[in-house]
């Protein structure tokens, strides 16, 4: 009997204890307020009808006792454009999306999250408009918000469905047989939108394209035209604008999902090409362009039957690449006035031969990522592959190809054992003319094949660029070794009289790299 009693009191006192422990002590003074990480929650730059990113609104109660909050509403209510998701709540009752919810508690020193989104609806307008509302809350008959604002922008939206990797495939192909995208509104891409051959896309000066992860133009055969100026260039980057996005490389580039059977298992893999993927591509034309933030830039393969070149490239920017801003695999690439930098592996790779005709163009690569030194050259030439069996194809570049008045350079040139400029050159012999001619490079390797470069080009001399930290890489010194030779030809005098800034360069003596000094 009185071990029962015992037990009794024991469980009694267990019960009290457990009590005092789960009683909260709410706050019901006025005074004590709720703290927001920011009082507007700005989204930059959503394309209507495409979700924003999600933003994290943190709530803390800074006081020592508990907080209720009576109130948390969505003040544009189920008519709003906004979404929000209350520490993991995004819908209501009914299963529809969470606009009102009552009685939240937050402890003394603690936080919540509201994650807010948007996806804001079409409109007519051709610039930017802003699309708001605010979240309230309401403590101890006190109430806050938080306004919400997005600048919204509409725009063209391509898509194609399927996954083409197959050259022969057949698919409806939305484009027209000859698109024109104008500049009245931005051009979002989403997918792999393909340019068959007879067909064209141009690209008219001054419009903005935005490409989607995973996404790009597949010239299989076609001609893509981009007609930028100098003062209206046609700018691609990737379509997400908000928080670190407009900053971050690898956004965007052709990615092909693919299949195979392997010892009777399906393996998968994902085949990437660039951004622009010129595949066997006609007389293709790219001016005053600006490419940014993708993988690869542009993904030049071979040429298609009767074309005189796959890409003709002038005036144009290729920064920010994950891995290659520029890739040849035997392409036929004329180019002027040209400046590819800071890319996670290299800025240029040319490999398996092709004509190269790049003059008056500068690669200097700076790219520095948490602190890890870069393993890829600035530029690399290779004119071979082995292929099945181990049968080495040699694919010598055409006698026309020819590196005049380049800049090669980097920030690890430096290092003794790196050079910016690497060759894989399989016999120099077969090269009766220089591959590099009145260039600035940075070779170090006691086996480089100095034979591909002219007499007149240098190899160790760090080119004055402005300031590499800014970026800025027009050249800021008077000597004379920087003054390069006439492309003419096999350019033109109108091709080569101005420089990237579209500032007057001497036809004769023109100084190396995209500018032209003062």
Not at 407 to 423: K, P, Q, Y
Not at 473 to 480: G, P, T
Request: charged share 15%; hydrophobic share 35%; net charge negative.
């Amino acid at each position: 009997m009185r071990k029962w009693m015992l037990f009794v009191v024991l469980c009694g006192c267990l019960a009290s204890v457990f009590n005092s422990c789960t009683k909260i002590n709410y706050t019901s003074d006025p005074s004590d307020l709720l703290e927001f990480s920011s009082d507007t929650i700005l989204f930059d730059s959503v394309f209507t009808t495409i979700g924003s990113i999600t933003f994290p609104l943190v709530v803390r109660n800074p006081n020592s006792n508990a907080l209720l909050i009576d109130e948390i509403e969505l003040e544009g209510g189920t008519s709003s454009q906004y979404r929000i998701n209350v520490n993991g709540i995004g819908l209501n009752d009914d299963g529809d999306p969470l606009t009102y919810l009552e009685d939240v508690t937050i402890f003394g020193g603690d936080s919540i999250f509201v994650f807010v989104e948007v996806t804001v609806d079409p409109t007519n307008n051709t610039s930017s408009f802003i699309v708001e509302d605010s979240i309230r809350f309401l403590t101890n008959t006190v109430e806050q918000k938080v306004s919400l604002a997005a600048y919204a922008r509409n725009a063209h939206f391509h898509h194609q469905q399927g996954n083409w990797f197959n050259y022969y495939n057949e698919v409806d192909n939305i484009l027209e047989p000859n698109e024109v995208w104008s500049n009245d509104l931005p051009h979002v891409v989403y997918g792999q939108l393909r340019i068959i051959p007879g067909n064209s896309l141009t690209i008219e000066q001054g419009a903005e394209v935005y490409v989607h992860g995973g996404s790009g133009i597949w010239v299989q055969g076609g001609t893509l035209d981009i007609e930028g100026t100098l003062e209206n260039k046609v700018v691609f980057q990737g379509d997400r604008m908000d928080g670190v996005f407009p900053d971050e490389p690898g956004q965007w580039g052709l990615e092909f999902p693919l299949e195979f059977e392997h010892e009777g298992e399906l393996v998968y893999f994902t085949a990437n090409r660039g951004g622009i993927w010129f595949d066997r591509a006609m007389n293709c034309n790219i001016n005053h362009a600006v490419f940014k933030n993708g993988t690869v830039g542009l993904w030049v393969d071979s040429l298609a039957s009767g074309a005189d070149y796959a890409l003709k490239m002038t005036n144009t920017e290729i920064s920010n690449m994950s891995a290659i801003g520029l890739v040849s695999q035997g392409g036929y690439i004329q180019g002027v006035n040209n400046l590819v930098y800071d890319c996670g592996e290299a800025c240029a790779s040319f490999s398996i031969g092709g004509e190269i005709v790049m003059h008056l163009s500068t690669f200097a690569n700076y790219w520095v990522t948490s602190g890890t030194v870069r393993q890829g050259p600035s530029v690399y030439v290779n004119d071979w592959y082995e292929s099945a069996g181990g049968v080495i194809q040699h694919r010598p570049f055409t006698s026309n190809t020819e590196f005049r008045n380049c800049i090669v350079w980097g920030n690890n040139a430096t290092l003794d054992d790196h050079d910016e400029l690497v060759s894989n050159i399989l016999d120099p012999s077969v090269y009766s003319s220089p591959l590099f001619n009145s260039c600035g490079v940075d070779v170090q390797y006691d086996e480089f094949p100095m034979s591909i470069l002219s007499d007149n080009c240098t190899t160790d001399e760090e080119p004055p660029f402005a300031s590499t930290s800014s970026r800025d890489f027009h050249l800021d010194n008077s000597s004379s070794i920087w003054e390069g030779i006439s492309s003419i030809p096999p350019f033109s005098a109108a091709e080569v009289s101005l420089d990237l800034d579209g500032v007057s360069r001497s036809t004769f003596t023109p100084d190396i790299g995209c500018y032209e000094r003062n």
